[in-house]
Every structure is written in C-alpha cells, then in structure tokens.
C-alpha cells in the first residue's frame, strides 16, 4: 500500500509538471498592469516627476532626478510589458525589484507595513510591531466620519464603500518584490511564456549543430 501511495504521488508530480508555467504567468499578469500603469503615469507628468525625484524638501532628495526617473520609467514600462509576454523575464526582474525596493526603502518605510491604517493589524497594534501613526488614525477616521455624517452626505460618499486613511506603508512595495523574487527563479513559465518557446528553439538549433 506505501508503495502504491508513493507511486501514485511521483506520477501525480510528474504530470503536474506540464502546468508549472501557470503560477508563473498569474504572477506575470498580476504584476505586469501595475508595473506598465506605474511606468506610464511617471511618463505622462515627466517633468513633476523628475521635480519630485530630485527636491529634497517635498520629494526624495536624489542626484540626477531626470536620469533617474528616466530609468524608474524604463524599468517599470519597458519591464512591465516584457513580464507580459514572458520575454527576458528573469533578466527584467533585477531592475524592477531594484525599484521596489528604492520605493520601500526612500518613500514608504518611515510610514511602516500597512498599505492601509487598520488599527487591528499585528503589525500596527503591538502585536508584531507597533505603529503609532497607524493607531492614530482611528481618532482622525472617526473624526472625519463625524463631520461627514453632519455636512455631508455620508450616504453617497460611503457608497463605494467605508472611507479608510492611506498609511502608505510598505506593503505593496515589498510585496510586488517577493513576486519579482520568486519569478526571478522560476522563469517565465512553461509553454505560456516566450522565454520558453525561444529557449526551445535555440536548444533544438544546438543539438542539430
């Protein structure tokens, strides 16, 4: 019975290897929307961009603003696009994680982990860590609801749904690198990804050399 168990195990593995491309590709598109909408709103206001690339005072303070904001735009644009065809995509994957982490690391880390200010989260609350802006902003939220509630028309404004306070953490960030990581080492993916049916090509023109 072991042995039946195990050989029916090795044979579920081995076929399942023929859509271990799948995770690769929902990755892929997962990531590449953001990374081309990114690259393109960077584009489209190049010049406040730049602005707030290289002014230390309201921006990131960094040498070179325009050089380096053409290459966050390159990176984000230029490599979203590949991770949708799945072309070069370990190499795109470098540059863009580069930028993730610059992102985290210059724009959202005094802000903390959470995206979102949700005075439950372990990583907020003390759990985990604590984050004293993020804790906050339960006061501010509900003082803001209140006024709201009193002027405005709350009914309408809630309609979308309940109104939060943006913390600007570093989720996001750090979360679209450990998806660039992760395809880093898997590849494009199989049969769903150029990279893939070049490598066949080439492979299949070495062996008849």
């Not at 943006?166 to 960030?173: D, H, S, Y």
Request: hydrophobic share 55%; with cysteine.
């Amino acid at each position: 019975m072991p042995d039946k168990l195990a050989n029916l195990y090795f044979r579920t593995l081995e076929k399942l290897q023929h859509f271990n491309g799948i995770p690769s590709l929902l990755i892929r598109l997962y990531l590449a929307p953001v990374m081309i909408q990114a690259g393109w709103n960077k584009y489209s206001s190049f010049a406040d961009t730049a602005a707030w690339f290289g002014n230390p005072d309201w921006g990131l303070g960094l040498p070179f603003p325009a050089l380096m904001a053409s290459l966050a735009i390159a990176a984000e644009l230029l490599g979203g696009i590949l991770l949708l065809l799945g072309l070069l995509t370990r190499l795109v994957t470098i540059p863009l994680m580069v930028t993730m982490l610059v992102a985290a690391f210059t724009v959202h880390w005094p802000n903390g982990w959470p995206a979102i200010a949700d005075t439950s989260s372990w990583l907020a609350d003390g759990t985990l860590l604590l984050n004293e802006r993020v804790m906050d902003s339960a006061d501010k939220l509900a003082a803001a609801n209140s006024i709201l509630q009193e002027h405005g028309n709350y009914e309408w404004l809630t309609a979308s749904g309940k109104l939060v306070v943006l913390n600007n953490g570093i989720e996001f960030a750090i979360t679209y690198f450990v998806m660039l990581l992760a395809l880093m080492f898997m590849g494009g993916g199989r049969y769903l990804s150029l990279d893939f049916w070049i490598k066949r090509v080439l492979c299949k023109q070495a062996r008849s050399q």
